[in-house]
């Protein structure tokens, strides 16, 4: 699902809204866990999941063109842990298929 299909269903199960709403919410929410993360915390979305910055360390790489060893800094990284109850409802989907 893109932004704006989300921004559609949004409007679509709120008919009160006008395009402009929709799209600020959706824009407000994604914004608001991009800069929670961006500050180092974590966003809990209760029976949906969690996203964390992991950290990753420096390592040796490879270049997969050349073959030639690289050195990769260290770097933080977005991380999404799903909740129980949507893993539960995704794989009751998938077993009734």
Do not use: W, Y
């Given at each position: 699902?893109?932004?704006?299909?989300?921004?559609?269903?949004?409007?679509?199960?709120?008919?009160?809204?006008?395009?402009?709403?929709?799209?600020?919410i959706v824009h407000t929410i994604l914004d608001e866990i991009s800069e929670a993360l961006a500050r180092g915390g974590r966003v809990e979305l209760r029976g949906f999941g969690?996203?964390?910055?992991?950290?990753?360390?420096?390592?040796?790489?490879?270049?997969?063109?050349?073959?030639?060893?690289?050195?990769?800094?260290?770097?933080?990284?977005?991380?999404?842990?799903?909740?129980?109850?949507?893993?539960?409802?995704?794989?009751?989907?998938?077993?009734?298929?």
């Amino acid at each position: 699902m893109t932004r704006s299909e989300l921004v559609i269903r949004v409007m679509e199960a709120n008919p009160h809204l006008q395009i402009k709403d929709a799209e600020l919410i959706v824009h407000t929410i994604l914004d608001e866990i991009s800069e929670a993360l961006a500050r180092g915390g974590r966003v809990e979305l209760r029976g949906f999941g969690a996203f964390t910055v992991k950290q990753r360390e420096a390592r040796a790489g490879r270049n997969p063109r050349t073959g030639q060893s690289v050195q990769v800094d260290s770097k933080s990284v977005p991380f999404f842990r799903v909740g129980k109850e949507l893993r539960e409802r995704i794989n009751k989907e998938n077993c009734e298929e």
